[in-house]
């Protein structure tokens, strides 16, 4: 187990350490002002693994770049943004599991039914929907047509003052967790697809389980586990729908300022936002294993 | 549809040995064959089923026919495309000039999804927009596919630590949103629209690598590919005509499904405004216009182009898993 959680530990640094290399080879591909921004003066001269390496130890010690546009360090303006994307993601993700689980494990169970076609089709569509044009639609029917919701998300700082502001918050959370319930919804169904056919099913019902005590009991807690790591590997995909529904309602969360940023040409943001954003995929993808591995038994067992 | 369920079987016997054999000259051939012919007299042979199998084309026609699916995503391609292209021959407006006294018109006699805040019509401008998306979509897509193919077979045929280094750098790549990427690619160089081919390709290849590479790990073990080694066979030779040939069906599948991911992003892009660049129009663009006047409420400058995104890419989408059904009934 510890071995197992050793390698993959080691396997998440390298993916780290390349994301930064990514980051880094982008950085050399900017324009001169750009990269002296963010490599610091007097570096253009040295040798490509010096410039690295001096500039990831700057990364390390928390020095992300300085935005000469917003003339802020990229540092404080990620702090100042990311409550707000966080509150907007947090909510829309466990709204989208509460629908997506049942809707999956009902289309399972009833499969090829008549409600298993209309949830697939609705996925599909959902999947197809951008989420600008999703959001776009709302806004015109919810705020501008009928004025129950804000057109313009929440400007309040902060985790909490964004989750109180409901009247603005419920367009944007609504438009991101359609979206990722069709993520989500179609990979809850094939999860549950393969728990009914597995053998403990056909055990509990040869013990005479009913279908409620086979879903609930069987099915659905043997779904759960791969939820864990559903979530974690879609950490890139939330945040970029979080990026597009920022956009569109104008949340000054991490997607609107990296937007702007590429507007402006405001590379040291750019780059600095994506650095952290990739490295938190990594992290939570190498948590949902870890998560996966603590949870299911058999995965726990035969790691030992 | 029996002739498809026919072959597979006896491709699966000995397909690869059959075409080795056939290049190789008669010797083997001949013995097998005299071994084989008078017992088996009338019976066409496997590697006579095999020559006399449908081209991988129609095979893929037969399958799309096959899959209601399948038939109704590639109609819907069809017809969009030839709304595009063929619809502004037919269906004449001014896309150049600005006419604000008939600015904002909804739908309606002479304008039947009424007119932008330019003046233009919404339904010429919306074939003309296609163009541009289809073909950015169709190019980067195919781009994505081939790059992804490429690098997916290449590691899963190495394995080792070259295997595990290539799979990382897909893994860190993956790390950061697609959407992300690219504007970060945009925040330092402003791409004209067929650099933009390069940069929407260069961002979404690498669900392909990881696709294609478990395919070949599967591949590289079988017996044929074995058969190959043990006559001599190059790993070059392997890889290109063994693995990649066995591999297509599942590329093709994914070609569809980049292709769908590609008019998706570069629909985003130009909504965010920095797609493709006036004077030239998407219909991210569109949208992005209309979303600038939206409490206006002109809902048929957002909800025409977005059908038209949605009907695409969902018609994509629909064309890929009704090819994977009908390749997975094949295998």
Same mark, same amino acid.
């Given at each position: 187990?510890?071995?197992?959680? +050793? *390698?993959?530990?080691?396997?998440?640094?390298?993916?780290?350490?390349?994301?930064?290399?990514?980051?880094?080879?982008?950085?050399?591909?900017?324009?001169?002002?750009?990269?002296?921004?963010?490599?610091?003066?007097?570096?253009?001269?040295?040798?490509?693994?010096?410039?690295?390496?001096?500039?990831?130890?700057?990364?390390?010690?928390?020095?992300?770049?300085?935005?000469?546009?917003?003339?802020?360090?990229?540092?404080?303006?990620?702090?100042?943004?990311?409550?707000?994307?966080?509150?907007?993601?947090?909510?829309?993700?466990?709204?989208?599991?509460?629908?997506?689980?049942?809707?999956?494990?009902?289309?399972?169970?009833?499969?090829?039914?008549?409600?298993?076609?209309?949830? *697939?089709?609705?996925?599909?569509?959902?999947?197809?929907?951008?989420?600008?044009?999703?959001?776009?639609?709302?806004?015109?029917?919810?705020?501008?047509?009928?004025?129950?919701?804000?057109?313009?998300?929440?400007?309040?700082?902060?985790?909490?003052?964004?989750?109180?502001?409901?009247?603005?918050?419920?367009?944007?959370?609504?438009?991101?967790?359609? @979206?990722?319930?069709?993520?989500?919804?179609?990979?809850? &169904?094939?999860?549950?697809?393969?728990?009914?056919?597995?053998?403990?099913?056909?055990?509990? #019902?040869? /013990?005479? %389980?009913?279908?409620?005590?086979?879903?609930?009991?069987?099915?659905?807690?043997?779904?759960?586990?791969?939820?864990?790591?559903?979530? =974690?590997?879609?950490?890139?995909?939330?945040?970029?729908?979080?990026?597009?529904?920022?956009?569109?309602? $104008?949340?000054?969360?991490?997607?609107?300022?990296?937007?702007?940023?590429?507007?402006?040409?405001?590379?040291?943001?750019?780059?600095?936002?994506?650095?952290?954003?990739?490295?938190?995929?990594?992290?939570?993808?190498?948590? %949902?294993?870890?998560?996966?591995?603590?949870?299911?038994?058999?995965?726990?067992?035969?790691?030992? | @549809?029996?002739?498809?369920?026919?072959?597979?079987?006896?491709?699966?016997?000995?397909?690869?040995?059959? %075409?080795?054999?056939?290049?190789?000259?008669?010797?083997?051939?001949?013995?097998?064959? &005299?071994?084989?012919?008078?017992? +088996?007299?009338?019976?066409?042979?496997?590697?006579?089923?095999?020559?006399? /199998?449908?081209?991988?084309?129609?095979?893929?026609?037969?399958?799309?026919?096959? $899959?209601?699916?399948?038939?109704?995503?590639? =109609?819907?391609?069809?017809? @969009?495309? +030839?709304?595009?292209?063929?619809?502004?021959?037919?269906?004449?407006?001014?896309?150049?000039?600005?006419?604000?006294?008939?600015?904002?018109?909804?739908?309606?006699? =002479?304008?039947?999804?009424?007119?932008?805040?330019?003046?233009?019509?919404?339904?010429?401008?919306?074939?003309?927009?296609?163009?541009?998306?289809?073909?950015?979509?169709?190019?980067?897509?195919?781009?994505?596919?081939?790059?992804?193919?490429?690098?997916?077979?290449?590691?899963?045929?190495?394995?080792?630590?070259?295997?595990?280094?290539?799979?990382?750098?897909?893994?860190?790549?993956?790390?950061?949103?697609?959407?992300?990427?690219?504007?970060?690619?945009?925040?330092?160089?402003?791409?004209?629209?067929?650099?933009?081919?390069?940069?929407?390709?260069?961002?979404?290849?690498?669900?392909?690598? /990881?696709?294609?590479?478990?395919?070949?790990?599967?591949? #590289?073990? #079988?017996?044929?590919?074995?058969?190959?080694?043990?006559?001599?066979?190059?790993?070059?030779?392997?890889?290109? #005509?063994?693995?990649?040939?066995?591999?297509? =069906?599942?590329?093709?599948?994914?070609?569809?499904?980049?292709? %769908?991911?590609?008019?998706?992003?570069?629909?985003?892009?130009?909504?965010?405004?920095?797609?493709?660049?006036?004077?030239?129009?998407?219909?991210?663009?569109?949208?992005?216009?209309?979303?600038?006047?939206?409490? $206006?409420?002109?809902?048929?400058?957002?909800?025409?182009?977005?059908?038209?995104?949605?009907?695409?890419?969902?018609?994509?989408?629909?064309?890929?898993?009704?090819? /994977?059904?009908?390749?997975?009934?094949?295998?």
């Amino acid at each position: 187990m510890t071995a197992y959680l +050793a *390698r993959r530990a080691l396997q998440a640094i390298v993916v780290v350490v390349l994301v930064t290399l990514i980051v880094f080879l982008l950085v050399r591909l900017a324009p001169g002002g750009a990269r002296a921004a963010v490599l610091g003066s007097g570096q253009s001269g040295s040798p490509f693994l010096l410039q690295y390496l001096s500039w990831l130890g700057r990364v390390a010690h928390g020095d992300l770049g300085f935005s000469l546009i917003r003339n802020q360090s990229v540092g404080s303006l990620l702090a100042a943004s990311l409550p707000r994307t966080l509150a907007l993601t947090v909510t829309s993700t466990v709204i989208a599991l509460a629908v997506a689980i049942p809707a999956g494990i009902l289309q399972a169970a009833r499969r090829g039914s008549a409600a298993d076609h209309v949830l *697939r089709g609705l996925t599909l569509v959902f999947y197809g929907l951008p989420s600008f044009v999703l959001g776009s639609v709302l806004i015109l029917f919810f705020a501008v047509d009928r004025h129950y919701f804000g057109a313009e998300g929440p400007q309040a700082a902060g985790f909490t003052g964004v989750i109180a502001d409901w009247h603005d918050l419920t367009l944007p959370v609504l438009t991101l967790s359609l @979206m990722t319930i069709a993520i989500f919804a179609r990979y809850m &169904r094939s999860a549950a697809v393969d728990s009914l056919a597995q053998d403990y099913v056909e055990a509990a #019902r040869a /013990r005479g %389980a009913g279908d409620r005590r086979v879903l609930i009991r069987h099915v659905l807690r043997n779904s759960l586990i791969p939820v864990v790591t559903l979530v =974690g590997l879609s950490v890139p995909q939330i945040v970029g729908g979080a990026l597009i529904v920022e956009s569109l309602f $104008n949340i000054q969360g991490v997607g609107w300022e990296i937007w702007q940023a590429a507007l402006g040409h405001d590379v040291a943001v750019t780059l600095g936002f994506s650095l952290v954003i990739g490295v938190a995929a990594v992290v939570g993808s190498l948590m %949902a294993d870890i998560g996966y591995a603590l949870l299911d038994p058999r995965v726990r067992h035969s790691l030992t | @549809m029996t002739m498809d369920q026919l072959t597979p079987e006896s491709a699966d016997e000995s397909p690869v040995p059959g %075409a080795v054999v056939a290049r190789q000259g008669s010797p083997v051939r001949g013995s097998r064959g &005299r071994h084989a012919g008078p017992a +088996a007299a009338g019976l066409p042979s496997a590697a006579e089923l095999w020559a006399a /199998r449908p081209s991988w084309g129609r095979r893929s026609f037969a399958a799309i026919r096959a $899959n209601p699916l399948a038939s109704a995503g590639a =109609g819907i391609i069809v017809a @969009m495309a +030839a709304f595009c292209f063929i619809g502004p021959l037919l269906y004449h407006t001014d896309q150049l000039h600005v006419f604000l006294s008939r600015a904002n018109l909804s739908p309606g006699a =002479g304008h039947p999804l009424g007119t932008d805040g330019d003046g233009n019509d919404e339904l010429g401008r919306l074939m003309i927009g296609g163009r541009i998306s289809l073909e950015v979509g169709a190019a980067s897509g195919l781009l994505a596919a081939i790059v992804g193919s490429l690098w997916g077979a290449a590691a899963g045929y190495a394995g080792g630590v070259a295997d595990a280094v290539m799979m990382r750098v897909v893994d860190a790549g993956i790390a950061i949103p697609t959407v992300v990427l690219l504007l970060v690619m945009v925040s330092i160089v402003r791409p004209s629209t067929w650099v933009l081919v390069l940069f929407i390709a260069a961002t979404s290849w690498l669900s392909t690598a /990881r696709l294609v590479r478990a395919e070949a790990i599967t591949l #590289r073990v #079988r017996e044929y590919v074995q058969a190959v080694r043990v006559m001599g066979g190059s790993g070059m030779r392997v890889v290109v #005509r063994h693995i990649a040939p066995n591999a297509l =069906g599942t590329i093709a599948v994914n070609v569809s499904f980049q292709i %769908a991911n590609a008019i998706l992003v570069l629909a985003t892009l130009s909504y965010l405004n920095l797609g493709v660049q006036f004077p030239s129009v998407d219909w991210g663009q569109m949208i992005y216009l209309a979303v600038q006047a939206i409490d $206006n409420g002109y809902w048929w400058q957002i909800v025409a182009p977005g059908t038209a995104i949605m009907l695409v890419v969902v018609a994509f989408t629909m064309l890929g898993d009704g090819l /994977r059904d009908g390749i997975g009934q094949d295998v």
